[in-house]
């Protein structure tokens, strides 16, 4: 189950039109600007084709014990990060390949992390939950033609196994991994995936029972496009849980470019140096069928792969974007950039006790040079964020 976090904010266009106009003040101290790894392929070897045999996993949840809390303690050897950033592709006729890489020599940044944090977090204790909802939803319905289809609701989109997903180049939408393989086969839908547009409100359907004498709600429809590509990291694929939930990320490349406006990636600054302190994200949650729904919240902890926090969601909001406003010192300005991809829910078991949050995958130097290349197609463009 997603964890339901507490919050009390009227849902009205008004309240939402004031929380995005509001400017953040300016940074206190500038943020390190992080040093970003290089990463080259080294060799592409064919595969067999998967089977696509599993199923969409829309409600993820995962548990960390002991051996995960301190995982992340120590960085990892050179050699073992070049195997879990290798990759897979699978292409749209069925084709699967394994890419290898080489990463930069030891003291050129290969182990480069995001700032210091205090590893994995120590809430306070609480009993295990049950319910989904805690309290007031603080989700958003974003509707109308001042927000559906304008930036940076526009970015988000759907994926056609259940999930969504954000654009991040004029080709390209980052997903989690889960939505499109479950960590030993591609899952079904993943042979013929699409990724789905919003339209514009004239091209809208109604939805609701025509008997009923309530007013029906007025939905935007949905284009579906092809994905031509989709890219696993090899730390998701087959690896331990510890290991693989900190890789649940998949980047699609889509058969034709989209004309919509899309969302920068950035490496994942601490939560200090959000505006803020906050994240957000917009999805399509599966209990708000046909809507696009937006959250944020602040940033509860944080470890070198994961970002922990209690933002509202439900199964469907899995894959989307999790952006902050991040200060950049050369436009002097506040830009909203993806910095993670919403994962799912945790159950963290610290000292016997069991803690629960909903939880993203961040950006960190490494992962964001294998996206960038990915998206870019070397590794000379990707030296900044």
Same mark, same amino acid.
């Given at each position: 189950?997603?964890?339901? +976090?507490?919050?009390?904010?009227?849902?009205?266009?008004?309240?939402?039109?004031?929380?995005?106009?509001?400017?953040?003040?300016?940074?206190?101290?500038?943020?390190?600007?992080?040093?970003?790894?290089?990463?080259?392929?080294?060799?592409? &070897?064919?595969?067999?084709?998967?089977?696509?045999?599993?199923?969409p996993q829309l409600d993820f949840t995962t548990y960390c014990n002991s051996s995960c809390y301190q995982q992340g303690e120590l960085p990892p050897s050179r050699e073992s990060l070049s195997e879990r950033l290798a990759y897979e592709t699978l292409y749209a006729?069925?084709?699967?390949?394994?890419?290898?890489?080489?990463?930069?020599?030891?003291?050129?940044?290969?182990?480069?992390?995001?700032?210091?944090?205090?590893?994995?977090?120590?809430?306070?204790?609480?009993?295990?939950?049950k319910r989904q909802i805690y309290g007031a939803d603080g989700r958003f319905n974003i509707r109308g033609n001042n927000f559906l289809l304008d930036y940076p609701f526009s970015t988000a989109v759907r994926i056609s196994t259940g999930c969504t997903g954000v &654009?991040?180049?004029?080709?390209?939408?980052?997903?989690?991994?889960?939505?499109?393989?479950?960590?030993?086969?591609?899952?079904?839908?993943?042979?013929?995936?699409?990724?789905?547009?919003?339209?514009?409100?004239?091209?809208?359907?109604?939805? #609701?029972?025509?008997?009923?004498? +309530?007013?029906?709600?007025?939905?935007?429809?949905?284009?579906?496009?092809?994905?031509?590509?989709?890219?696993?990291?090899?730390?998701?694929?087959? #690896?331990?849980?510890?290991?693989?939930?900190?890789?649940?990320?998949?980047?699609?490349?889509?058969?034709?470019?989209?004309?919509?406006?899309?969302?920068?990636?950035?490496?994942?600054?601490?939560?200090?140096?959000?505006?803020?302190?906050?994240?957000?994200?917009?999805?399509?949650?599966?209990?708000?069928? #046909?809507?696009l729904v937006y959250r944020f919240c602040p940033v509860e902890d944080e470890s070198n792969d994961l970002i922990y926090q209690h933002c509202d969601a439900r199964p469907g909001a899995s894959g989307s974007g999790v952006y902050g406003r991040v200060w950049d010192?050369? +436009?002097?300005?506040?830009?909203?950039?993806?910095?993670?991809?919403?994962?799912?829910?945790?159950?963290?078991?610290?000292?016997?006790?069991?803690?629960?949050?909903?939880?993203?995958?961040? &950006?960190?130097?490494?992962?964001? +040079?294998?996206?960038?290349?990915?998206?870019? #197609?070397?590794?000379?463009?990707?030296?900044?964020?």
């Amino acid at each position: 189950m997603f964890q339901q +976090a507490k919050a009390n904010f009227p849902s009205s266009s008004t309240f939402l039109l004031l929380l995005l106009s509001l400017h953040p003040s300016l940074p206190t101290g500038a943020p390190r600007h992080p040093h970003i790894p290089s990463l080259v392929p080294h060799a592409t &070897l064919f595969l067999s084709s998967p089977r696509f045999s599993a199923r969409p996993q829309l409600d993820f949840t995962t548990y960390c014990n002991s051996s995960c809390y301190q995982q992340g303690e120590l960085p990892p050897s050179r050699e073992s990060l070049s195997e879990r950033l290798a990759y897979e592709t699978l292409y749209a006729d069925g084709r699967r390949t394994l890419t290898t890489v080489d990463l930069e020599e030891e003291g050129e940044g290969t182990a480069a992390q995001p700032p210091p944090t205090r590893g994995r977090p120590v809430p306070a204790p609480h009993r295990r939950r049950k319910r989904q909802i805690y309290g007031a939803d603080g989700r958003f319905n974003i509707r109308g033609n001042n927000f559906l289809l304008d930036y940076p609701f526009s970015t988000a989109v759907r994926i056609s196994t259940g999930c969504t997903g954000v &654009l991040v180049s004029e080709s390209h939408v980052l997903t989690a991994a889960h939505c499109v393989h479950d960590g030993k086969d591609y899952v079904k839908g993943a042979r013929k995936l699409r990724v789905g547009f919003l339209v514009p409100p004239s091209n809208a359907t109604w939805t #609701g029972r025509p008997s009923s004498s +309530a007013r029906p709600v007025k939905t935007a429809a949905v284009r579906w496009v092809r994905v031509k590509r989709t890219r696993v990291p090899k730390g998701w694929i087959q #690896g331990p849980q510890e290991i693989s939930m900190d890789f649940d990320y998949s980047l699609l490349e889509l058969r034709w470019p989209h004309k919509q406006p899309y969302m920068r990636l950035s490496v994942a600054p601490s939560a200090k140096d959000l505006a803020g302190k906050r994240i957000h994200f917009s999805g399509f949650d599966s209990d708000r069928p #046909g809507e696009l729904v937006y959250r944020f919240c602040p940033v509860e902890d944080e470890s070198n792969d994961l970002i922990y926090q209690h933002c509202d969601a439900r199964p469907g909001a899995s894959g989307s974007g999790v952006y902050g406003r991040v200060w950049d010192p050369v +436009a002097e300005r506040w830009e909203r950039k993806v910095i993670g991809v919403f994962s799912g829910h945790q159950w963290l078991e610290v000292n016997g006790e069991n803690h629960d949050f909903n939880v993203a995958v961040r &950006l960190t130097p490494l992962k964001f +040079a294998q996206i960038c290349y990915w998206v870019r #197609g070397n590794h000379v463009d990707c030296q900044q964020d």
